[in-house]
């Protein structure tokens, strides 16, 4: 599995961005694909996943009331937008995938196996 990562750059708070995943090879119906971000000093953690045999989602609280999510399945994509962003969320944001991942393991980076290249995200005051 391949992971093929784009959007990101500078934007000021309250702006927009939106971040493309698209990941070639076999995902199986047991597997997820998610974007994660590590900014600075912290630990890696998950923004938002989608399961790949129901298409649930799971996002992490920060996020999850400015984030609009766009997946298709068929081409395992994931994409989020992200509004009214703030300087905390300035990070470098990763896409991930991978298979027989449980629901309550989808956000744990540890749970993927694939990563693709990681995106800046700048977020300016």
């Known amino acids: 599995v391949q992971l093929q990562a784009s959007g990101g750059g500078l934007v000021h708070t309250g702006g927009s961005l939106r971040l493309s995943c698209a990941a070639s090879?076999?995902?199986?119906?047991?597997?997820?694909i998610a974007w994660f971000r590590q900014a600075p000093g912290l630990e890696r953690e998950g923004v938002s996943a989608?399961?790949?045999?129901?298409?649930?989602?799971h996002s992490a609280n920060s996020v999850k009331d400015r984030i609009v999510i766009s997946s298709d399945p068929g081409k395992n994509t994931l994409d989020l937008q992200i509004n009214s962003l703030k300087p905390e969320d300035t990070a470098v944001y990763y896409c991930?995938?991978?298979?027989?991942?449980?629901?309550?393991?989808?956000?744990?980076?540890?749970?993927?196996?694939?990563w693709g290249q990681g995106t800046q995200v700048t977020v300016s005051s």
């Open positions: 991930a995938a991978g298979n027989r991942i449980i629901a309550s393991q989808r956000m744990t980076p540890s749970a993927y196996d694939f």
């Open positions: 090879g076999f995902i199986f119906d047991d597997g997820a």
């Open positions: 989608i399961s790949r045999a129901d298409g649930s989602t």
